[in-house]
């Protein structure tokens, strides 16, 4: 159950950790694996393998998967964890 993702617009070179990256909050009673793949609008993979923070934490800082911040503009989320995939969308402001 994915309970909120937080915030939905940020910025990644704020020196704020408030707000420079989006921390998805979940729960797994069951402890799967859980991935998130992050894409941009033309459903390009733009960064998967995001770091785990806690037990019911994963953040992604707005980088790619070459460790560049990415462009601003909306992003969609997919999260996967057992059978079910939840996805949505975020924004990164510049």
Do not use: H
């Not at 994915?2 to 990256?21: E, G, H, W």
């Not at 793949?37 to 037990?55: H, P, Q």
């Amino acid at each position: 159950k994915l309970n909120k993702v937080a915030p939905r617009i940020f910025t990644p070179a704020s020196t704020d950790p408030t707000y420079n990256r989006a921390i998805f909050y979940f729960e797994d009673p069951a402890q799967n694996d859980v991935g998130v793949r992050i894409f941009d609008l033309m459903g390009r993979l733009v960064r998967t393998g995001l770091a785990r923070d806690g037990s019911n934490k994963v953040f992604w800082d707005g980088k790619d998967t070459a460790g560049t911040i990415v462009n601003g503009g909306i992003y969609i989320y997919q999260i996967e964890s057992g059978s079910k995939v939840l996805s949505g969308t975020l924004v990164v402001a510049k």
